[in-house]
């Protein structure tokens, strides 16, 4: 299999295998990446997933063409496909644990479509990234188009995806793609997994509603504001200040 699921003390590593395709997806990882999001968020140790190449070289290069060329006439195949990679998506942008994307190489096409869909991206100098269907005559999914222009406005997704240009991990730290450029994700991993987990979580879906359009409090997100309170996080938390220590969370 060309994914696998580590664990890494708290922290769940998704690697991608397949470096002699340079990390290109083909139908079998789309379909099996889902279950594996599944184990890690099932995982009662696992409290982060980092979303990495394998070998340190290139992220994910994209979609595996030479598999698309195969079955460009097989409709049903298509359609399987576009299922799989939309099911891969959506649930990696809403996975119940916080998500990063540790970007080392290029990070083009539907593999930036994966980093797009993480929580953050943290990417070495060597890195690269493009969203490359208009040199293919292809069509970037609406969900990802709309996770691109969320990060980096319409006017730069204008330029990434109207040219397919490759841009280096200091430019993609400009206009708003990536969040840092570091040579270890380390002290990001680790910030992560010292905070709350639930403050975290629920984070994540207050950020997602605002996404998604809402801008009122409503019923469910007053909800949430005032359990925080009744919840052992805020209990440890609270003491943990209080006895000037580091707090200690569970999942």
Request: hydrophobic residues 45%.
């Amino acid at each position: 299999m060309s994914l696998r699921l580590e664990l890494d003390g708290n922290a769940a590593h998704l690697l991608i295998d397949r470096a002699d395709k340079r990390n290109a997806f083909n139908m079998e990882m789309w379909q099996a990446m889902p279950g594996l999001l599944d184990q890690a968020e099932s995982n009662p140790d696992a409290r982060v997933l980092v979303l990495r190449s394998a070998d340190g070289g290139a992220f994910c290069a994209g979609a595996d063409i030479k598999e698309l060329l195969a079955n460009k006439d097989d409709a049903a195949w298509r359609a399987a496909n576009q299922a799989a990679i939309n099911t891969v998506q959506y649930k990696l942008a809403r996975l119940n644990m916080p998500t990063l994307a540790w970007v080392e190489g290029d990070c083009v096409g539907g593999g930036c479509g994966l980093a797009l869909a993480c929580d953050m991206r943290l990417a070495s100098g060597a890195a690269r990234f493009g969203i490359t269907p208009a040199k293919l005559g292809l069509v970037y999914p609406l969900h990802d188009v709309k996770l691109l222009v969320d990060l980096v406005g319409p006017g730069q997704a204008r330029r990434m995806l109207y040219t397919g240009a490759l841009i280096d991990a200091a430019e993609a730290l400009r206009v708003g793609l990536i969040e840092q450029i570091t040579d270890d994700p380390g002290a990001q991993i680790e910030a992560l997994l010292s905070a709350s987990p639930h403050s975290i979580r629920e984070s994540k879906r207050m950020i997602r509603f605002v996404l998604d359009g809402q801008a009122e409090e409503s019923e469910k997100t007053a909800e949430m504001f005032a359990r925080a309170f009744t919840l052992p996080d805020f209990a440890e938390g609270t003491q943990a200040f209080v006895e000037k220590r580091k707090p200690e969370f569970g999942k």
